[in-house]
């Protein structure tokens, strides 16, 4: 699986859009860029997931760039329960593996 | 809620001694995946299973074992514990293994986890 680099801790106030960034330089053609989140020691949630283009959920917009070396969630109006830690996943896409490999991910604190 | 069901929710155990931890996947979902997650290792993948069978290991040891039962629900054997298996244990599920292009676009649901504690 492609590495990922997320920088440790970001702040973002309530109410703005809060931008978290993610490195994936050696991504291959058939990799997915997945983003999770967990909020203090709950299941990881899902948040969203792309290829190429970019994706929009009810939750996130994931933009990722025309190379795919690197991708940022954009959680467009911030608020305190989007306190959280963020990981983005690069993901071997094939039968046989499926597993996720979680980083250190992204501790987002949302400031009221 | 992720519809990924997980029980129980706490446990605490002695050293030496054996857990079974259950999970029970989303409705219609085929794969399960089981993950630790301790303080100093982070989110650690350990086994997946697909309807019913083994599909791929990762850092698991050897007194741990897993299975999917028929109606696919997963169970996690833990035994001889140690102090250092003190850790959350998240279940996941995904539906059956859809390709797109060829390649897997599964998503992982994950459940709320089971909080064990080795004293």
């Known amino acids: 699986d492609a590495k990922t680099t997320q920088p440790p801790s970001m702040d973002c106030a309530e109410g703005r859009a809060a931008n978290l960034p993610c490195n994936h330089s050696?991504?291959?053609?058939?990799?997915?860029v997945y983003w999770y989140r967990q909020i203090h020691s709950q299941g990881p949630q899902y948040i969203i997931h792309?290829?190429?283009n970019n994706e929009t959920n009810e939750m996130a917009s994931l933009i990722i760039t025309e190379d795919r070396k690197s991708s940022t969630l954009i959680l467009p109006h911030a608020t305190l329960r989007d306190t959280a830690v963020y990981y983005c996943i690069v993901r071997v896409a094939n039968q046989g593996a499926q597993k996720l490999v979680f980083g250190q991910g992204t501790r987002l604190t949302i400031n009221p | 809620d992720s519809g990924v069901t997980q029980t129980p929710k706490h446990l605490i155990t002695a050293t030496g001694q054996r857990v079974t931890l259950r999970c029970s996947p989303r409705s219609g979902d085929l794969s399960v995946y089981w993950y630790q997650q301790s303080l100093d290792q982070g989110l650690q993948f350990l086994i997946q299973y697909y309807n019913g069978e083994e599909r791929a290991k990762g850092n698991i040891l050897e007194r741990f074992s897993a299975q999917q039962f028929p109606d696919l629900h997963s169970e996690l054997n833990l035994s001889s514990l140690e102090l250092g298996d003190s850790a959350l244990y998240f279940c996941?599920?995904?539906?059956?293994?859809?390709?797109?292009?060829?390649?897997?676009?599964?998503?992982?649901?994950f459940g709320p986890g089971t909080r064990l504690t080795v004293l």
């Open positions: 792309g290829l190429k």
């Open positions: 996941a599920s995904s539906p059956k293994q859809g390709t797109s292009g060829g390649y897997s676009t599964d998503t992982q649901y």
């Open positions: 050696t991504i291959s053609g058939n990799e997915y």
